[in-house]
């Protein structure tokens, strides 16, 4: 009976922050989801959950701590500091307009909503953050929006949409890694499964892209200097060869940096201070969130919510294991799926979901016949599925909150992460089906 109390947080926050977010919208007020910000809507949530934690008060503040300190999660709050420092001081030299007006003068209008598509995918495969590529190519997608006049939520969701493509295929990506190493496969394996699920995705939605007309834009392409540009580039580049997240970010800040105080009229150290501190606050909301959020899901994990909401996927897949055919294998890819899908939506981070789901799934990767790289690919496409799905998840939120939109419009329009999911179940059900007409 406390293990079920103990999903009442989750499903607390949810009420609250969709329900008034949702009222609020219905009334028409404008940002309706930011007038309760979703810190403060998770709180009555975290006091529930530590009077749920009995009377060892101590001992539940402690996992409480335990969790907003996890080490995945300071290391996304410590990219959302990073990336809103870079955002705010490539803005301030002049990289945000030079950049889009050099992406508008090499391609062409009708392609320029696929072709933001194919770079947000590029640069997040390269960079292995979903967080990291938003932060980059939101400002640059919202000034082309301002310059064109296209439909903000659909350049909000072609931003998601591309940047959970290489969360999710990325080999430095923190869930492939996290995937992998659970499963006890090669990187190498996990991503030869995984590309045959997220490049069809991707080319389905890139070919769909290509039918949203664009054309009738009044649009006048302005100067732009290479100088401004090249501190994304540089992100780009070390991007590429492999180096970590943090080191990208704090090039590119220093970069952009340098750029503005030898461009820009009176731009000095002391401006630059100030436009990485107003990095910093422009991403303590969803900073806090994220705390917040860690600190709810690890007092439900201490507490056996999570065993009861995966408990029925793992006894159904113990009893088709012991049948043969296409069906046995469908529950197993299906139940490891559905699994990590939950705990997603119950913790907001497709990284934690991965870590929390990752033994059961080894059990049955051990005992049950599933592939490891096939344990390991599922998981990692599906949590990043509905974590670019969810509207309280970190990537939706910062997008939102870069386009000054309702999360509900970006998420909306993620079509690739809709369209992943499609393939997905697609590709379950012809590998189950393949895998029995092979015996």
């Given at each position: 009976?406390?293990?079920?109390?103990?999903?009442?947080?989750?499903?607390?926050?949810?009420?609250?922050?969709?329900?008034?977010?949702?009222?609020?919208?219905?009334?028409?007020?404008?940002?309706?989801?930011?007038?309760?910000?979703?810190?403060?809507?998770?709180?009555?949530?975290?006091?529930?959950?530590?009077?749920?934690?009995?009377?060892?008060?101590?001992?539940?503040?402690?996992?409480?701590?335990?969790?907003?300190?996890?080490?995945?999660?300071?290391?996304?709050?410590?990219?959302?500091?990073?990336?809103?420092?870079?955002?705010?001081?490539?803005?301030?030299?002049?990289?945000?307009?030079?950049?889009?007006?050099?992406?508008?003068?090499?391609?062409?209008?009708?392609?320029?909503?696929?072709?933001?598509?194919?770079?947000?995918?590029?640069?997040?495969?390269?960079?292995?953050?979903?967080?990291?590529?938003?932060?980059?190519?939101?400002?640059?997608?919202?000034?082309?929006?301002?310059?064109?006049?296209?439909?903000?939520?659909?350049?909000?969701?072609?931003?998601?949409?591309?940047?959970?493509?290489?969360?999710?295929?990325?080999?430095?990506?923190?869930?492939?890694?996290?995937?992998?190493?659970?499963?006890?496969?090669?990187?190498?394996?996990?991503?030869?499964?995984?590309?045959?699920?997220?490049?069809?995705?991707?080319?389905?939605?890139?070919?769909?892209?290509?039918?949203?007309?664009?054309?009738?834009?009044?649009?006048?392409?302005?100067?732009?200097?290479?100088?401004?540009?090249?501190?994304?580039?540089?992100?780009?580049?070390?991007?590429?060869?492999?180096?970590?997240?943090?080191?990208?970010?704090?090039?590119?800040?220093?970069?952009?940096?340098?750029?503005?105080?030898?461009?820009?009229?009176?731009?000095?150290?002391?401006?630059?201070?100030?436009?990485?501190?107003?990095?910093?606050?422009?991403?303590?909301?969803?900073?806090l969130l994220s705390m917040f959020i860690g600190a709810l899901s690890a007092i439900v994990k201490s507490q056996g919510g999570m065993k009861v909401l995966l408990y029925p996927i793992e006894k159904a897949i113990i009893k088709a294991s012991a049948k043969k055919g296409p069906l046995s294998n469908l529950v197993k890819e299906f139940g490891v799926s559905i699994m990590v899908s939950i705990v997603d939506i119950c913790t907001a981070n497709n990284t934690v979901a991965i870590i929390v789901t990752g033994p059961l799934?080894?059990?049955?990767?051990?005992?049950?016949?599933?592939?490891?790289?096939?344990?390991?690919?599922?998981?990692?496409?599906?949590?990043?599925?509905?974590?670019?799905?969810?509207?309280?998840?970190?990537?939706?939120?910062?997008?939102?909150?870069?386009?000054?939109?309702?999360?509900?419009?970006?998420?909306?329009?993620?079509?690739?992460?809709?369209?992943?999911?499609?393939?997905?179940?697609?590709?379950?059900?012809?590998?189950?089906?393949?895998?029995?007409?092979?015996?």
């Open positions: 009976m406390k293990a079920k109390l103990s999903l009442l947080p989750i499903f607390t926050f949810l009420a609250i922050f969709i329900g008034v977010g949702s009222y609020l919208h219905a009334q028409g007020v404008d940002y309706a989801f930011y007038q309760f910000p979703a810190p403060v809507a998770i709180i009555p949530a975290l006091i529930l959950a530590v009077i749920l934690g009995g009377k060892d008060l101590t001992s539940t503040l402690d996992t409480l701590v335990r969790g907003a300190g996890n080490k995945d999660i300071i290391s996304m709050c410590l990219i959302y500091l990073l990336a809103g420092a870079f955002a705010v001081v490539s803005k301030a030299s002049g990289g945000v307009d030079s950049t889009v007006n050099f992406g508008l003068s090499i391609i062409p209008l009708q392609f320029i909503i696929p072709g933001l598509f194919v770079i947000a995918a590029f640069v997040s495969t390269a960079m292995g953050t979903s967080m990291g590529t938003i932060a980059a190519i939101s400002p640059i997608a919202y000034a082309l929006g301002e310059k064109t006049g296209i439909d903000m939520s659909l350049l909000a969701g072609v931003v998601l949409g591309g940047s959970m493509f290489g969360d999710n295929l990325s080999i430095i990506s923190d869930t492939t890694i996290a995937a992998t190493r659970s499963q006890g496969c090669a990187m190498k394996d996990k991503f030869r499964e995984n590309i045959y699920i997220a490049l069809p995705a991707a080319i389905i939605t890139i070919l769909f892209l290509f039918t949203i007309p664009v054309e009738n834009l009044s649009l006048k392409i302005e100067d732009y200097h290479f100088i401004k540009i090249a501190p994304y580039l540089a992100i780009l580049i070390l991007a590429l060869l492999g180096i970590n997240v943090f080191v990208v970010l704090m090039t590119g800040v220093l970069f952009a940096g340098i750029v503005a105080m030898s461009g820009v009229k009176d731009y000095s150290y002391l401006k630059f201070s100030q436009d990485i501190f107003e990095g910093f606050k422009s991403m303590q909301e969803i900073f799934a080894r059990e049955i990767v051990d005992n049950h016949g599933l592939s490891p790289r096939r344990s390991a690919s599922l998981m990692d496409v599906f949590s990043c599925v509905f974590q670019g799905l969810i509207p309280y998840g970190a990537q939706a939120l910062l997008v939102a909150s870069s386009f000054k939109l309702s999360p509900f419009e970006v998420t909306a329009t993620a079509y690739y992460c809709w369209v992943l999911a499609f393939v997905a179940v697609i590709n379950i059900i012809y590998v189950s089906y393949r895998k029995s007409a092979s015996f």
